[in-house]
């Protein structure tokens, strides 16, 4: 059975990596929508920065699932470990720099 697993991986790896192109194409059409917004739109900070929020999050999620590969792990225990692990990065890297921009000007 171990063999026919081992085969079934050995194809799924072959081909055009249709997922990762799919990523790609969906993560540059949201950055680009998100500098329309904030460049030729002229809508409140507030409704701005709530919408490029958003954005920001749903293509966090995209990098998440296609290229990341958070639904191909062994266990849904170690996907959640690394999930989190993750977003504690984002926030220790966001929080830092910040907190380095107040202090240092």
Known sequence: MSENQS??????RYGFPW??????L?????TFL???????????VTATLTIIVGLAIFQAFIQLFLFM??????EPVH??????FGIYVAFAVVAGTLWILAYAL
């Open 7 to 12: 085969h079934t991986v050995k194809q799924q």
């Open 19 to 24: 997922k990762q192109v799919i990523g790609l």
């Open 26 to 30: 969906l993560s540059l059409a949201l």
């Open 34 to 44: 998100a500098l329309w917004i904030a460049i030729g739109l002229a809508l409140p």
């Open 69 to 74: 590969h958070v639904t191909e792990g062994t």
């Open 79 to 84: 996907q959640l470990i690394g999930i989190l």
